[in-house]
Every structure is written in structure tokens, then in C-alpha cells.
């Protein structure tokens, strides 16, 4: 399985962004998805996930009723609706996918938020 991330860029505060991640090989595999992100001199940290069918999330404390993590399976296609966005969301995030025995991550996308 291989993820590539899309979407990043630079964005004033309050704005929207929406990242995509798409996967191709044995996706078939692929149980749950999610988002992290890394901001810089941090750890990277889990921002959201969405279960295999797609008709569960779970998020972040800190973008809950801000982003909206969206899956179709039908495309191999993964979104990260961001709105209301904040100098602190900015970080490279990284798409992520659950397989059998391991996790494989994308190469990640940067998102940064000016104030």
C-alpha cells in the first residue's frame, strides 16, 4: 500500500483547507485511516481517524467541530476538511493507514496558518 498526501499550502487564520490522501496497491487491506500531524520540535500527534467503512470518526480535542475526517473507499480517497483554522494547526500532517501486522504513512503535506 502507498499513500500520497495533497491539499497543504499557506493560509490566513480563520480560513479552510482540505487535504486528501489517496492510496493505491492492496488497499483491500486497509482497515482504519486517520490524520496526524507534526508541528515542528513537537511529537507527531493523532488529529483524527475513520474506521473502514467509514461510518466512524474520533478526533483530536483540539479540532473537534473544527475538521471533518471523510473516507471513499469507492475512489481509495481519504479527506481532511480543516476549517476555522489556527496558527497552532500548522504542521506537516500525515496520512496514515491501519493494515494487518502493520501501519504504513504517507510522505506528509505542510500546512501552515498565519496569523
Known amino acids: 500500500v502507498h499513500l500520497v498526501e495533497s491539499g497543504g499550502g499557506l493560509v490566513q487564520a480563520g480560513g479552510s483547507l482540505r487535504l486528501s490522501c489517496t492510496a493505491s496497491g492492496n488497499i483491500n487491506s486497509i482497515n482504519a485511516m486517520g490524520w496526524y500531524r507534526q508541528a515542528a520540535g513537537k511529537e507527531r500527534e493523532l488529529v483524527a481517524v475513520v474506521s473502514s467503512g467509514g461510518g466512524s470518526t474520533n478526533y483530536a480535542d483540539s479540532v473537534k467541530g473544527r475538521f471533518t475526517i471523510s473516507r471513499d473507499n469507492a475512489k481509495s480517497t481519504m479527506h481532511l476538511q480543516m476549517n476555522s483554522l489556527k496558527p497552532e494547526d500548522t504542521a506537516v500532517y500525515y496520512c496514515?493507514?491501519?493494515?494487518?501486522?502493520?501501519?504504513?504513512w504517507g510522505q506528509g503535506t505542510l500546512v501552515t496558518v498565519s496569523s
Open positions: 496514515n493507514a491501519d493494515l494487518p501486522h502493520f501501519e504504513v
